[in-house]
């Protein structure tokens, strides 16, 4: 991970997104209901956090269909949303005290 | 579990408090990477089955057919109860993830495969010790790798921060 411009992003700063960011850049793609658990939150409470992220064009969504008729939803960090959040780290980073 | 949504952007910005929510955050996922001890011990079996089955020419296809359809099924099932698709979207990320005991286990696995191809003809008890390595060290190497991937899950994602 290069060193990224310190950079507030008010799409990632909110807390409950920022966890979400921070667990897909860590795991990769997550499953929406390991992200409902992590965060401790209702299914409409996440679903309005992903919609908003996926409107700023920092996650994707994957809906995979299961043969009992249950649908699972995986979630990625996009690039763009891993830019961002390495820059609101570092911003972040800057100003804590030390 | 909180109902509401926790969404502000223009409340202040306090950065310990942001980045230990998200190190929290990650904690939690993190610990959901555990399997437990049977997954192993199976993944192990199927291991060696593939390679006692390579070495036995013709006769063991079957074998390492069952092999691999089983280890596929098996992984397939784990990334489902785990929730965290470790593979995506970096393919060989769980190796990352797991290093340096996952790298063991692969270096293992392509070594004993590697084994009973180059030696054709190999006595059986060869083959099938080529194949208990390989087994036994997956099985063993298995929570160990589970163990470190959880570490680096839960690592600080800090710029400049250990990864």
């Not at chain 1, 965060?39 to 992220?53: G, N, P, W």
């Not at chain 2, 929510?21 to 437990?36: E, G, I, Y």
């Not at chain 2, 593939?50 to 074998?63: F, K, P, T």
């Not at chain 2, 392509?110 to 060869?126: K, N, S």
């Amino acid at each position: 991970m290069s060193s990224p411009a310190p950079a507030f992003d008010p799409v990632v700063h909110a807390p409950q997104r920022l966890q979400i960011c921070a667990m897909l850049a860590r795991g990769g793609e997550v499953e929406f209901g390991v992200l409902r658990e992590g965060l401790d939150v209702s299914d409409a409470t996440l679903s309005k956090h992903l919609r908003t992220l996926t409107e700023a064009g920092y996650v994707d969504l994957r809906r995979v269909q299961r043969a009992k008729g249950q649908a699972r939803t995986w979630v990625t960090l996009t690039p763009a949303g891993s830019q961002a959040l390495r820059g609101h780290f570092a911003f972040l980073q800057s100003i804590a005290p030390l | 579990m909180e109902s509401h949504s926790n969404d502000n952007p223009s409340s202040p910005v306090d950065p310990v408090a942001a980045l230990r929510v998200a190190n929290d955050a990650q904690a939690r996922m993190a610990s959901r990477v555990h399997s437990p001890w049977w997954l192993h011990v199976l993944r192990g079996l199927l291991v060696a089955t593939i390679v006692g089955g390579l070495g036995s020419g013709a006769d063991g296809s079957a074998w390492m057919l069952l092999g691999l359809v089983g280890l596929v099924a098996l992984s397939r099932w784990r990334t489902r109860q785990v929730g965290v698709a470790r593979a995506n979207p970096e393919r060989w990320r769980f190796l990352a993830l797991g290093a340096p005991w996952s790298i063991i286990s692969f270096v293992a696995l392509v070594a004993a495969l590697a084994f009973v191809v180059v030696v054709r003809d190999a006595p059986t008890w060869q083959v099938m010790t080529a194949a208990a390595v390989a087994g036994v060290l997956m099985a063993a190497l298995g929570p160990v790798a589970d163990h470190a991937a959880r570490t680096r899950l839960s690592s600080d994602l800090t710029p400049g921060a250990a990864r």
